[in-house]
Nanobody, 126 residues
Framework: QVQLVESGGGSVQAGGSLRLSCAASTFSGNYCMAWFRQAPGKQREGVASLWTGGGVTSYAASVKGRFTMSKDNAKKTVTLQMNSLKPEDTSMYYC????????????????????WGQGTQVTVSS
């Protein structure tokens, strides 16, 4: 079991940037780390994933080219750099982790993750 704590959310105008961080209690071994988001009245959707073993990433089409997920093994942290933010990016963002590897170009389903953070709110105004 790994505990996850997100930070870095906030309010920003369209076109702005935010950097989300997810601190893990452990990176003992490798994990598939992912960011999901959920807007009010909508289903939770995958945003990005990263395999800590090699840094392989995957992104949702809606964020590709604007968001970048990265890792810092020494700090047991993954980050989500979000640029060119749009009002439709407004959501609660959640960090998730699982032991099963994740691959490039394929976002894992949320049902496959057993470890979740509490979430951090991102609000983008037009």
């Amino acid at each position: 079991q790994v505990q996850l704590v997100e930070s870095g959310g906030g309010s920003v105008q369209a076109g702005g940037s935010l950097r989300l961080s997810c601190a893990a209690s452990t990176f003992s071994g490798n994990y598939c780390m992912a960011w999901f988001r959920q807007a009010p009245g909508k289903q939770r959707e995958g945003v990005a994933s990263l395999w800590t073993g090699g840094g392989v990433t995957s992104y949702a089409a809606s964020v590709k080219g604007r968001f970048t997920m990265s890792k810092d093994n020494a700090k047991k942290t993954v980050t989500l750099q979000m640029n060119s933010l749009k009002p439709e990016d407004t959501s609660m963002y959640y960090c998730a982790a699982r032991r099963q590897p994740c691959a490039a170009y394929f976002l894992p389903a949320q049902s496959t993750f057993g470890n979740w953070g509490q979430g951090t709110q991102v609000t983008v105004s037009s």
